[in-house]
């Protein structure tokens, strides 16, 4: 279903692109043109919370920005509190106001996943709250199954897309220009969806 709806949006595009992690790939997930479409949000929240009702929880946790929505949601559907972490100064945080108890029970939602960076910046958050993780779910999960987190993962959709450390990109070889997503002066990009080659 998450597949079908990466089509629909036409959300998963192919160009060269600079990845949140540094890498580069020539794929990308424009997940903003999923999660600006309650009606998509509300059908991938949906499939989360089956996903998860039956793991005991207290809290839902989301990192900014991409994980917000998506926890807010599943937090809602599963009637359980819901908070976000967000950097401030460059360290993950979370945000100020949000009450949070020793040995309280934390379900983590992202939305992409490649390193997993942001992830595990929020787990050694809750760590710090003395907080036990129960398990990590995600829209997709792009890693190529390259990340552990030593808790229960669970995906909606994995996807094998290959990213690149800049110095062995083929793209940049081939002298393909470059697009960083989610800046407004950014390389005017193929927006040829995946599902056509």
């Known amino acids: 279903m998450i597949e079908q709806l990466l089509k629909e949006s036409n959300a998963l595009l192919k160009g060269h692109f600079l990845l949140t992690s540094g890498k580069h ?28 009702k039956d793991i005991n ?9 991409g994980g917000i929505v998506l926890a807010y949601e599943v937090a809602k559907k ?9 950097r401030k100064e460059g360290k993950m945080t979370i945000r100020s106001g949000f009450e949070v108890k020793p040995y309280e029970k934390a379900i983590i939602i992202e939305d992409i996943i ?7 910046e929020v787990i050694d958050v809750l760590r710090g709250y003395l907080v036990d993780i129960q398990a990590i779910s995600c829209v997709v999960d792009r890693s190529n199954r390259s990340v552990s987190f030593d808790y ?4 909606l959709l994995t996807l094998d897309i290959i990213s690149y450390d800049e110095k062995e990109c083929p793209l940049c070889s081939q002298g393909i220009p470059i697009t960083k997503p989610g800046v407004s002066d950014k390389v005017l990009y193929s927006n040829q969806n995946f599902y056509e080659n």
């Open 25 to 52: 790939s020539e794929f990308y997930i424009e997940k903003i043109k999923i999660i600006n479409n309650p009606k998509f949000v509300d059908k991938i929240c949906s499939q989360m919370t089956d996903y998860l």
């Open 78 to 86: 599963l009637e359980k509190k819901f908070l976000f972490t967000q």
């Open 114 to 120: 490649t390193t997993g960076g942001s992830v595990k």
């Open 152 to 155: 229960d993962f669970l995906p």
């Open 57 to 65: 929880c207290d809290i839902v946790v989301g990192p900014a920005y």
